[in-house]
């Protein structure tokens, strides 16, 4: 069967077993290093891809995308509700009135951030119906002061469903007794988790309660609104407010959370970057395996010049022979690197059972556990660049290959 000279010979040196063992050593670290630094490269960028996946999913799914106020509170919310929501890039649309105080509960004290709103509308905006560990959204009723706190909340103040606490506001009131903060006995109806940060200082009252404690008389303070698409917020949070009549102000996420966002993203870049260094130095070990074989074949590529084969055909074999290295430990590590990219997240699971001890506590990060997003078009940028570095890498062997001067290389054999 015919093949090629080059690929024959080239197939050749790399199956045989050479007389100089240094050199098969040197070929499988270069391929052994190759595939490591592909596969780690890639369940490392998956699990940032996880981490920006649930901070979007979780953290962005609780605050607003976007709010829209007035120069003062909303009298008529309804109207500005329904307005906005005729804009076809807005989702839906709820009321909120929101202020900041003190809980007193189980002899501690916490700063919250008091949310008033309407459970009907609510969880159109919102993710948190999905993560109630306890009670429902719609126990949250008018008139009835009830109150949906965070996990690391109720931990803290050691509170459970039905238990009472207490809401101070940093206002002052005038009564008989002098000047008094204004405070409210709310009872404890649901218990949410989402995240660190959120868990400790966010909680829900039905707006009618909230507005009676901060005294908003049944006007909203702004409206938040939920956008097909994240990043497109601002934009179309500026767009729904000239819809509506009268000065209307506008604030979305990028503003609140955009710095996290941001931060998720470029230890991203910063870490694949620092990682394809990895993959580079793995690559380009190929040069030294390819400079040191064509050292040892020295005599054989002298006979094959002899022979009729030209520089170009001499280049070929070479560049075959460290592709075959590239191509293999590019293979073997991307294989790797998406198996490792489904699973991390089962392994690091069975790895905290084995030895007992929780990697991420939600009592510090945002979640608790190692997530992973495994994106092909990640899998496809660093298969590409493994190859084309590998390829390059036999550039200047292969080169000097094709330079050996026959006559000098002969002349001692």
Do not use: C
């Amino acid at each position: 069967m015919f093949k090629p000279l080059s690929l024959y010979v080239g197939l050749r040196y790399t199956a045989a077993k050479r007389r100089n063992h240094f050199i098969s050593f040197i070929s499988l670290t270069s391929m052994i290093g190759l595939m490591l630094g592909v596969a780690v490269l890639i369940i490392v960028l998956s699990v940032m891809n996880g981490f920006d996946r649930e901070l979007k999913e979780r953290i962005l799914g609780m605050v607003p995308h976007a709010v829209i106020r007035g120069d003062d509170l909303l009298e008529d919310w309804q109207r500005v509700d329904a307005r906005v929501e005729e804009h076809s890039r807005v989702v839906a649309a709820a009321p909120f009135v929101q202020g900041q105080g003190m809980v007193t509960g189980g002899g501690s004290v916490r700063g919250v951030l008091l949310n008033g709103i309407i459970p009907e509308q609510e969880r159109t905006v919102s993710i948190i119906e999905n993560h109630m560990l306890e009670g429902r959204l719609d126990d949250l009723k008018a008139g009835e002061f009830g109150m949906i706190v965070g996990k690391s909340l109720a931990t803290g103040l050691r509170l459970e469903l039905g238990d009472r606490l207490t809401v101070v506001l940093p206002e002052a009131t005038v009564s008989p007794a002098g000047v008094m903060p204004r405070m409210k006995r709310f009872t404890v109806v649901g218990i949410f988790s989402v995240g660190a940060e959120l868990d400790g200082n966010y909680t829900l009252v039905h707006m009618e309660d909230a507005g009676r404690l901060i005294r908003t008389d049944g006007r909203a303070q702004g409206v938040r609104l939920l956008v097909d698409d994240l990043f497109a917020s601002p934009v179309v949070a500026e767009q729904a407010a000239r819809m509506l009549e009268g000065r209307h102000y506008v604030s979305d996420w990028t503003r609140t959370h955009g710095n996290l966002f941001n931060a998720i993203r470029m230890e991203k870049t910063m870490i694949g970057l620092l990682l394809m260094f990895i993959v580079a130095v793995a690559a380009f070990n190929i040069v030294s395996t390819l400079v040191m074989v064509v050292t040892d074949k020295t005599g054989d590529i002298a006979i094959l010049r002899t022979m009729g084969a030209t520089p170009g055909r001499i280049m070929r074999i070479f560049m075959i022979q460290g592709a075959i290295i590239g191509i293999f430990g590019t293979l073997v590590g991307t294989g790797l690197g998406i198996l490792g990219a489904l699973y991390i997240s089962d392994v690091i699971s069975w790895v905290e059972g084995v030895f007992e001890h929780q990697f991420l506590s939600s009592d510090v990060y945002f979640i608790s556990y190692l997530p992973s997003q495994l994106l092909w078009d990640d899998v496809m940028i660093i298969s590409g660049a493994g190859l084309a570095m590998s390829l390059l890498a036999t550039l200047y062997p292969a080169w000097r290959a094709s330079r050996v001067d026959p006559a000098e290389a002969l002349r001692y054999e």
